[in-house]
């Protein structure tokens, strides 16, 4: 009866020994947990002062557009009260202009 290949035994050749090695120096030179704590308490604050300036951005904004709003009701009404005087001021050189 033959044993099967994943029972027999894998010969150690140097690409193995090197990855193991190379895996023990990787976990002696890895930074600390307290590294990755600091650097992500970070980046979270980083992120917590870039959402409220977004929001505060789009405070301003909203601030914005109403009063663009106002700005473009003012505009229409003082055009449709110059329409309103040109054709008042009109028909009344006409009535002059017809007596």
């Keep these: 009866?033959?044993?099967?290949?994943?029972?027999?035994?894998?010969?150690v050749n140097e690409t193995t020994e090197f990855k193991?090695?190379?895996q023990d120096n990787f976990a002696a030179?890895?930074?600390?947990?307290?590294?990755?704590q600091i650097h992500f308490q970070h980046?979270?604050?980083?992120?917590?002062?870039?959402?409220?300036?977004?929001?505060?951005?789009?405070?301003?904004?909203a601030?914005?557009?109403?009063?663009?709003?106002?700005?473009a009701t003012l505009l229409i009404d003082q055009q449709t009260t110059k329409q309103l005087e040109d054709a008042y001021s009109s028909s009344q050189?006409?009535?002059?202009s017809g007596h």
């Design 1 to 11: 009866m033959s044993t099967l290949k994943l029972l027999q035994e894998q010969p």
């Design 20 to 22: 193991i090695s190379r």
């Design 29 to 36: 030179e890895f930074p600390l947990t307290r590294y990755f």
């Design 43 to 61: 980046i979270h604050e980083n992120t917590r002062g870039v959402q409220e300036e977004l929001n505060q951005l789009r405070q301003y904004v």
């Design 63 to 71: 601030d914005l557009n109403v009063k663009l709003d106002r700005l």
């Design 93 to 96: 050189r006409n009535k002059n």
